[in-house]
């Protein structure tokens, strides 16, 4: 019996290839449309603050070394040419290739259990759809820390089963953690994978040999690293579980809902992958599966599970997504699919507001004709990151909580050491300066009044160091919490005595000074004739939160 060569399946072939072309098209369309966001989308309150503390690293101000890769990675970004939203924009460029590196990881996990377009499509569902399209670029240590840790998940997942490979791993989770503490809500996944690649080793000598060894690893840390290190993690751990798991049930769910909805392929994927596995599916053992999917459960009692939150969390719920996956492109083939990635990613770019940016430029502009070098200031966000900031820390709910308890008048004191003849109002705290006693968004009482009696307006936001002074018969007594050159505005003004024609630039020190009688009011205003901006302030917000 003659014997027969094996035949080559063209059409199969040829369907493949055009697959992949086309996978790889929505790929590279997707990160175009991204990249065009990322230029176009307005900087949010964290990424200024997040850029401050590079600036701040490079004054030689102390930056505490958790939770701040940015510092250490983006040191370099200060020294180019360009403005610092220039700057912002180009570490978010530089910041997206964690995404991308992400995905790939994804799709590389995922084809495992499935197949390659299933594994595919799960990846491009996480990349273009939700809040993760909105926000894996934003200046912060999430999609660094979800790169580390997926790949981390993807070495337990697809390497040789060796401890050097383990080491590597566990390498890439410790630098996940020094980049944000969170990571350590990717526990279940972790354990899930090497469960599911070690299961066949797994026996009672080996696992007390893994816990031993992993108490002689603390031990030893505990007892060689600097008690300062040591310290600043403990407490930066004890704090956060205090606060972050103290909000009660769903916090945040109003951004799980908007982004189920936002994000509706990768949505219909988690959803079918849940009920196949209900349905008896063994593509993947229900333990890992449901070791994948658990950290999104975290959003349930998360106080932080903001839309950034979502860049951060699902990598490993779009791993067990890719069977779902399946079961959608055999129902809607991938091509439907894939148009409605497409299109989806396209509407969110098109929703996102774009003129704000504009507004910010020209209000760093208008800032930067006022005060031409840094200078240094009171804000909310460190809207001006190349600024030297005054009170340095966040003003978040969680940093305006902490201040409050500790009833510290830390504005007050910050107005003189060195001088702050800056005040930037916008943030709720800065804006309202006059609040009610049992308002617990607003600063000190103490604080208020301080900032309240030693700024005017300068130009819309920007308030300056100064005193408005009403006409009186009699004389008055001013106090002065910033020191520096004044100049007399509006009528001549008598200081202790001296008197001081309109226009000059007088030199005050920090204290009580006796003025007066005044025919006509005047203004003391800090600088030496400071400019105001011939373009008017613009209206509309200044930055989003999210």
Known sequence: MASHAPTLDVPAKRSSTLEAKWLIFAALFLVAVQVELLFA????????????????????????WLQTPHVTLFGWVPALPGTPIDHILLTRLLLLPC???????????????????????????FAGGGYVFLHAFALR?????????????????????????????ALLCGLATIATIKSV?????????????????????????????????????????????????????????????????????????????????????????IIAALRGDRTMPWWLLSGLIAPLAWVLIYRNAYPYFYAFILPPVAIAAAIGASVIIERYSAK???????????????????????????VQDGISEIFPSPTRYIDDIAFRPDFPRAVPHFASGWALANYRRKGTPIYTAAMDNPPAPFLFRQGYALEVLDPAEDDINALLPQDAKAL????????????????????????????????GFYTVEGTALTIDGAL?????????????????????????????????????????ALFTVY
Not at 41 to 64: C, M, T, Y
Not at 158 to 164: C, G, Q, V, Y
């Open 41 to 64: 989308k307005s900087i949010n309150w964290d990424e200024f603050f997040h850029f401050s503390q590079i600036h701040a690293s490079l004054r030689g101000e102390p930056v505490q």
């Open 99 to 125: 995404s991308l590196v992400t995905g790939l990881a994804i799709f590389d996990i995922a084809r495992r259990f499935t197949n390659n377009l299933s594994a595919a499509l799960a990846a491009l569902a």
């Open 141 to 169: 240590a999430d999609m660094i820390a979800a790169a580390l840790l997926t790949g981390a998940l993807w070495i337990l997942a697809t390497r040789r089963r060796t401890m050097l490979w383990a080491a590597v791993a």
């Open 185 to 273: 809500l990717y526990a279940p996944a972790l354990m899930a994978m090497a469960a599911w690649r070690w299961q066949d080793r797994i026996q009672a000598g080996t696992l007390a040999m893994v816990a031993a060894a992993a108490i002689a690893l603390a031990a030893a840390g505990w007892l060689l690293v600097p008690a300062d290190i040591v310290q600043s993690f403990t407490g930066l751990a004890g704090s956060s579980l205090r606060r972050m798991f103290s909000a009660g049930l769903f916090p945040q769910g109003r951004f799980f809902i908007d982004q189920m909805i936002f994000a509706p392929v990768l949505t219909a994927f988690i959803l079918c992958t």
């Open 336 to 362: 439907i699919t894939l148009a409605v990635i497409i299109a989806n990613a396209v509407l969110l770019s098109a929703t996102q507001p774009r003129e704000m940016l504009d507004r910010q430029r020209a």
């Open 452 to 483: 309240r009696d030693n700024y005017i307006p300068h130009w819309g936001r920007v308030y300056v160091a100064g005193k408005s002074i009403p006409a009186s018969t009699e004389f008055q007594t001013i106090e002065l919490l910033i020191p």
């Open 500 to 540: 001081h024609p309109v226009g000059s630039v007088i030199r005050l020190d920090r204290g009580s000074y006796s003025v007066g009688p005044l025919s006509e009011a005047a203004t003391l205003r800090w600088g030496d004739n400071l400019p105001i901006p011939a373009e008017p302030f613009p209206a509309g």
